[in-house]
């Protein structure tokens, strides 16, 4: 308390706040996880976007733990918001989708509102910036977010995360469920 918000790096922090929500990993993986001093808005405006990503992301992850994270917390979020419940439903489409042993199986597709995860993912990086350097991310200064292929994922590592490797981190969260991995510039 008492300090500055990491996310809006203009309002005093009332409370800490977890990075990544504790509600994405499961109960006995979610030791040692990130905290931040926050405001009351940006908690608050974090925690609704994180209601919407822990409800969605589940239903594509390929993680050994996402059909427990469906089971136990993704059906009792959409029991609880009815609305989001209602429009995954009435949205969702039958889609094709190639195996690893090349067979052509069908599954489910759900709308995904990006807007929503540029915003938690803005929010997490300046989150991870404070807590790796101890440094806020000025107001007014943006983070972009982008989706990367796994060629783009390599070029990003070799051109960007590679330029400052004094800085450069790596890291795991929730015995391995969250990696990331960031650096900054010297200057």
Same mark, same amino acid.
């Given at each position: 308390?008492?300090?500055?918000?990491?996310?809006?790096?203009?309002?005093?922090?009332?409370?800490?706040?977890?990075?990544?929500?504790?509600?994405?990993?499961?109960?006995?993986?979610?030791?040692?996880?990130?905290?931040?001093?926050?405001?009351?808005?940006?908690?608050?405006?974090?925690?609704?976007?994180? /209601?919407?990503?822990?409800? $969605?992301? #589940?239903?594509?992850?390929?993680? !050994?733990?996402?059909?427990?994270? *469906?089971?136990? +917390?993704?059906?009792?979020?959409?029991?609880?918001?009815?609305?989001?419940?209602?429009?995954?439903?009435?949205?969702?489409?039958?889609?094709?989708?190639?195996?690893?042993?090349?067979?052509?199986?069908?599954?489910?597709?759900?709308?995904?509102?990006?807007?929503?995860?540029?915003?938690?993912?803005?929010?997490?990086?300046?989150?991870?910036?404070? /807590?790796?350097?101890?440094? $806020?991310? #000025?107001?007014?200064?943006?983070? !972009?977010?982008?989706?990367?292929? *796994?060629?783009? +994922?390599?070029?990003?590592?070799?051109?960007?995360?590679?330029?400052?490797?004094?800085?450069?981190?790596?890291?795991?969260?929730?015995?391995?469920?969250?990696?990331?991995?960031?650096?900054?510039?010297?200057?």
């Amino acid at each position: 308390k008492g300090k500055i918000c990491v996310y809006c790096a203009t309002e005093e922090s009332t409370c800490p706040d977890h990075v990544i929500a504790r509600e994405f990993f499961p109960t006995d993986k979610r030791s040692y996880l990130p905290k931040v001093p926050s405001c009351d808005t940006c908690n608050n405006k974090k925690a609704k976007l994180e /209601h919407y990503a822990t409800s $969605i992301l #589940p239903f594509g992850s390929k993680h !050994e733990n996402a059909e427990e994270m *469906l089971r136990e +917390v993704t059906v009792r979020r959409l029991e609880k918001n009815i609305k989001l419940k209602n429009e995954l439903k009435n949205n969702m489409q039958r889609i094709w989708l190639k195996s690893k042993s090349n067979l052509i199986l069908p599954t489910i597709a759900i709308p995904i509102n990006g807007d929503i995860l540029t915003q938690l993912f803005t929010m997490i990086i300046r989150g991870l910036y404070y /807590h790796n350097w101890q440094m $806020i991310i #000025p107001h007014d200064y943006f983070v !972009e977010v982008y989706t990367l292929t *796994l060629q783009g +994922v390599l070029l990003f590592r070799d051109k960007i995360l590679s330029k400052a490797p004094s800085n450069f981190i790596q890291k795991k969260l929730g015995k391995g469920i969250f990696h990331y991995s960031c650096t900054r510039g010297d200057k």
